[in-house]
Structure formats: structure tokens, C-alpha cells
């Protein structure tokens, strides 16, 4: 349920609900908008709990979350989440996170010299796979530890946050250990034993929509995590599969807003596998962005042509350069600021 604090509360007014939650055995969640604030509570709240809560001094109103997806909902906290990945804000109409790199880190210097790159281009996020979910099984399946080393190494030297994904519960720990924010891939999101996993742990976590899942489900997965304890969650719209067989999927662009007017959660937008063309990033990136994304995932090879996977759907260097300054041309008609490319060096 959730409790309305009227304009007029007090902070004894707050005080006086939250110690009679505490009493109860209630976990509130405070949210502190402009005008007033919302206290959101999941768990056994008994219908009885509406009328007690009710007669409390200055709460306008007491209200069931009418969702299944409870913590994720926008009824459980009304303002946007801002996630603060290591200084670095995500949501809430903060900057365009721009999350760009290859699709798996296979060499020191391809990942050194794609870095440089896209921090270069305003980017503040350095994708890249150590671990990779293959169809086949013959596949390039990642370098594993080794990656995430090289990850940690492209971060010292450039400053970026990196984002990898993780497959399996037991590699949590260690993932944990070097990413600044964890993947959940899209055949992974109904991994109920890996949501708990990620729940339970003290860094942030993009669940990527499963390629057949449908929003409700998506959000019910998100839900397992901030069930856990783990409030920094974002969302990613990467396509989802339908009868068309000339996109790889298909970006489901109205996911965007139906996702931010369901949740407080920040979504991102993949248009690299929400496409599987990299002549259709720009196009899905700038749409995205004019619908209301937090962010863009993007993938980008210094070799397309020669990458280890998903070539057909990565930018070469020069095309991500197009690809920014055409977001920020979006950015700007829809008041959203995007990062700008550092000046180059004298
Ligand atoms: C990826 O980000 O490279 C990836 C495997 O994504 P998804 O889980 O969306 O297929
Ligand atoms: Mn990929």
C-alpha cells in the first residue's frame, strides 16, 4: 500500500507513521516529491492497516498497489529513481546515459582503443561481454575473468563506468567485483535464482527484456531484484521477436513510454539488438531518445567486420561519431542533455 502525506505534514507527522510501521514490522520507502511525500510499504499489509494508517494525522490517503509489480511500480514511489552509478547519475531527466562498446571484449587493444573512443564521443559507459550467452555453442563465449580484467583496465585509463553482463548466480561475486553496473541478458531475465542473487548485492543492475517477455513480465523480474534489496535497478528495451525476419528483432519503441508511465524505473534503450543492423542504430536511437529513454546501449567494434559477435549490429568509430551528434540534435529538440565529445587534443 501506499500512504499520502498531505501538503500540510510535518516531519512529526512522518515520524509518527514511520514508528507505528516499525511497530507493525513494515519496510517503508520514502518518497520526497516537490509538494509531498509518499510512503510506499509491500509485504503483509493487512486491509485493517488502511484504516489505522488513515486516521494518522495529515495522511490525505492510504491506497493498494493495484499492480502485481509492487516495489516497481510507479504507485510505490511516484518520482523518477535516479541510480548513482559511482558519481554518475541515471534517470530523472539527468544526462543521457550513453553505455557504448563492443559486443564482447576480445583483446586489450580492441577494447583500449573502442574506450578512448567513445569517452571521446561524450559517452560515460563502456560496454563489453566477458561472459557471452551464444546461440551456438561454437561461438566466441567470452574471456571470461580475463575480460573483466581488461574492463578494469579501460576504466583506469579513461574514466569510464563499465557494464558486463553476468550468466550465472555463482559468477555474481566476482562480476561484482570489477563492473560498475550489472547485465542481466535478455535469456536470462526470467533466471529467478540469478535476480535473487543480483538482489542481494550492493551494485547496480540493467535487466535487459527477455525476447518474449511481455512488459508485465519484465517488470514482475525487476521486482525479484528490488525485492531482494537491491533498489538500483534500470530496465532495458533490447527488441523482441516477432513474425518480421529483416530486423533481428523488433525495437519495441512504445515499450519506452508505456514502461515509464508503469515504473519509476530509469529504461534504456539497445538499438543495436533491437535491430541487429547497424545502419538502423541511428535511426532507433534518436527514436528512442525523442520517446523518452534514460539511455542508449550501443554497440561499437573498431572492426565491425572482423568482431567475434555481432558485428552486423556494431558501429565503426566513425559512425558512432555520426550517430552522437545526431542523439544530440534530438536531445536538444526534447530537452534532454547528451554528453559532448571532448575537445581534441592540441
Ligand atoms: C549483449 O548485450 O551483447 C547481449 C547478449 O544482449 P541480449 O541479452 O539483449 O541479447
Ligand atoms: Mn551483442
Same mark, same amino acid.
Given at each position: 500500500m501506499i500512504i499520502v502525506m498531505s501538503t500540510q505534514a510535518t516531519q512529526q507527522d512522518v515520524d509518527d507513521v514511520l514508528e507505528r510501521m516499525a511497530a507493525e514490522g513494515l519496510k517503508p520507502h520514502i518518497s520526497e516529491g516537490e509538494e509531498? /511525500?509518499? /510512503?510506499?510499504?509491500?509485504?503483509? %499489509?493487512?486491509?485493517?492497516? /488502511? &484504516?489505522?494508517?488513515?486516521?494518522? +494525522? +495529515?495522511v490525505e490517503n492510504v491506497i493498494p498497489i493495484s499492480k502485481p509489480f509492487k516495489q516497481a511500480s510507479r504507485e510505490f514511489r511516484p518520482i523518477d529513481t535516479v541510480i548513482d552509478v559511482d558519481g554518475v547519475p541515471i534517470g530523472g531527466g539527468q544526462e543521457l546515459a550513453v553505455m557504448a562498446g563492443p559486443c564482447a571484449i576480445e583483446s586489450e587493444d580492441q577494447l583500449m582503443r573502442t574506450a578512448e573512443v567513445v569517452a571521446q564521443q561524450g559517452a560515460r559507459f563502456l560496454r563489453g561481454g566477458a561472459y557471452? $550467452?551464444? %546461440?551456438?555453442?561454437?561461438?566466441?563465449r567470452g574471456l571470461g575473468e580475463e575480460g573483466l580484467k581488461l574492463h578494469a583496465k579501460a576504466r583506469a585509463a579513461t574514466g569510464l563506468k563499465v557494464i558486463t553482463e553476468v550468466m550465472t548466480p555463482a559468477d555474481v561475486p566476482l562480476v561484482a567485483e570489477y563492473a560498475d553496473i550489472l547485465q542481466i541478458g535478455a535469456r536470462n531475465m526470467q533466471n529467478f535464482n540469478l535476480l535473487d542473487e543480483v538482489g542481494k548485492i550492493d551494485k547496480p543492475v540493467m535487466l535487459k527484456r527477455g525476447m518474449s517477455a511481455t512488459i508485465e513480465e519484465w517488470l514482475l523480474a525487476a521486482e525479484y531484484i528490488l525485492k531482494g534489496g537491491n533498489h538500483r535497478v534500470m530496465l532495458c528495451e533490447r527488441g523482441i521477436r516477432t513474425f518480421e525476419h529483416y530486423t533481428r528483432n523488433t525495437m519495441d519503441l512504445s515499450a519506452i513510454p508505456v514502461v515509464k508511465r508503469l515504473s519509476h524505473l530509469p529504461v534504456i534503450a539497445d538499438p543495436s539488438h533491437g535491430t541487429g543492423k547497424w545502419h538502423l542504430i541511428e535511426p532507433m536511437a534518436k527514436a528512442?531518445?525523442?520517446?523518452?529513454?534514460?539511455?542508449? /546501449?550501443?554497440?561499437?567494434? $573498431? @572492426?565491425?567486420?572482423?568482431?567475434? @559477435? &555481432?558485428?552486423?549490429?556494431?558501429? %565503426?568509430? &566513425? +559512425?558512432?561519431?555520426?550517430?552522437?551528434?545526431?542523439?544530440?540534435q534530438v536531445g536538444q529538440a526534447v530537452g534532454r542533455k547528451v554528453g559532448q565529445p571532448a575537445l581534441a587534443m592540441a
Open positions: 509531498r /511525500i509518499v /510512503i510506499g510499504v509491500v509485504g503483509h %499489509t493487512y486491509a485493517e492497516l /488502511i &484504516d489505522v494508517f488513515s486516521a494518522y +494525522n +495529515n557471452k $550467452p551464444r %546461440t551456438s555453442p561454437y561461438g566466441f528512442s531518445v525523442a520517446c523518452g529513454a534514460d539511455g542508449l /546501449i550501443i554497440e561499437v567494434h $573498431p @572492426s565491425p567486420d572482423h568482431a567475434l @559477435s &555481432d558485428g552486423p549490429q556494431s558501429l %565503426t568509430f &566513425d +559512425n558512432f561519431r555520426k550517430t552522437m551528434e545526431q542523439v544530440r
